[in-house]
């Protein structure tokens, strides 16, 4: 963890935004800067930074770790902050086949507030129309891991910063499924092979809905 470059980590969502890379090399893998599941790996680093940061026994360590552990959290909290408008009016305008990735949506001011992720909203709106896999690939899976990232850093850390992440967040989610989804669509979605796998999201509502008492959450 001492070693992992926080800009690097933060490379594809400063891509996804249209702001400065600052230089740092693009990460490989599933989260390179075409991979369709990118941003779910820091998301799980910002878990381990707070982990580490609640049971590391060593100060000078418990330092470090913070320091990296606010650092990116501000950084996406500010990114955060860029994405605009109303969470259901996001339109793509891709198709579940004519789907590239060059048309997908560079204006966060249409995202809809609360959104942050290492790319635009349009996975999450061909996933509503049931385009499969492997032309998207698990945008709510992605989704939890930073989450759940917020959650453990505001749990474990204290940092009330992604405590605000987590929060807008979960409106986001909260307003997308409730307005641009039916039960029986998003029954649907779920059950399509990799495409809607979600992950631990509803771990992640339900605590959201512990720490607020925000029903939505719930819901």
Not at 166 to 173: E, N, Q, Y
Request: glycine letters at 8%; proline letters at 4%.
């Amino acid at each position: 963890l001492e070693l992992l470059d926080n800009d690097r980590m933060l490379y594809n969502f400063r891509r996804a935004f249209g702001v400065d890379t600052k230089g740092a090399q693009p990460l490989g893998g599933w989260d390179s800067p075409t991979g369709l599941l990118r941003g779910h790996s820091t998301g799980h680093y910002i878990s381990a930074l707070a982990l580490a940061y609640a049971s590391s026994g060593d100060s000078g360590l418990r330092e470090k770790l913070e320091e990296k552990l606010d650092y990116i959290i501000h950084e996406l909290r500010t990114l955060q902050l860029m994405s605009e408008g109303s969470p259901e009016d996001f339109e793509t305008k891709c198709t579940p086949t004519n789907a590239a990735q060059s048309l997908w949506s560079t204006d966060p001011s249409v995202w809809g507030e609360g959104f942050i992720s290492a790319y635009s909203p349009d996975q999450f709106a061909l996933l509503e129309k049931k385009t499969p896999y492997s032309t998207i690939w698990a945008p709510y899976y992605t989704l939890h891991k930073l989450m759940a990232g917020f959650i453990d850093a505001y749990t474990y850390a204290g940092n009330e910063e992604a405590l605000d992440i987590a929060k807008d967040l979960g409106k986001w989610v909260y307003r997308r499924l409730s307005i641009c989804t039916t039960p029986e669509l998003r029954a649907e979605m779920w059950s399509m092979y990799i495409a809607g796998e979600y992950g631990g999201m509803n771990e992640s509502m339900a605590r959201l809905y512990n720490i607020t008492g925000d029903i939505e959450y719930l819901e």
